[in-house]
């Protein structure tokens, strides 16, 4: 089962994972707010669009990898995350490898979705563009992963993953 990921992070320099919302395809979803970085680390871009959106409470990094390693482990499987850029899924990828308690199995494949068939890939990035900019919760990390979800249910077919590109 695929898993739409979307994560709000502090910037593009020295990203630091604020939120981290997951849409699975059978409907599932998951919020989470983390702690462990400042307002003035943010971008003006993400203290004007991402911090009033925040909904609180936010958990320790280890506190929110547990209760979604715990979240994961209820889905049926196989599943795999698939997110829409690079930083999304190196961010989660660190923060799961960080924080996961010893012994415990790092979670799923997690990669960057796309179309092989380029028509294909076109549509879903309009599609997606379109709901992004008509949702009133644009860049609040649960429900741009739902537009991510309902953007690829649109555009059905087999959705690829790609291995994103370490900074």
Not at 26 to 35: D, F, I, K, R, W
Request: hydrophobic letters at 45%.
């Amino acid at each position: 089962m695929d898993i739409f990921c979307d994560m709000e992070f502090t910037d593009f320099e020295n990203p630091v994972p604020i939120s981290l919302g997951l849409a699975a395809a059978n409907g599932a979803t998951l919020y989470l707010e983390l702690s462990g970085w400042q307002p003035e680390e943010c971008s003006l871009f993400t203290q004007d669009s991402v911090l009033p959106q925040l909904e609180g409470p936010a958990l320790s990094p280890k506190a929110a990898v547990a209760q979604l390693l715990q979240w994961l482990s209820n889905l049926p499987g196989p599943v795999r995350i698939l997110a829409d850029s690079d930083t999304d899924i190196l961010l989660l990828q660190d923060l799961v490898a960080t924080h996961a308690p010893e012994r415990t199995h790092l979670g799923p494949p997690m990669g960057v979705l796309f179309w092989a068939d380029p028509e294909a890939q076109q549509q879903f990035e309009a599609i997606y563009e379109e709901l992004l900019y008509a949702s009133p919760n644009r860049h609040h990390a649960l429900a741009d992963a739902l537009t991510l979800r309902d953007a690829a249910r649109a555009v059905g077919g087999v959705i690829g993953m790609r291995v994103p590109h370490h900074r």
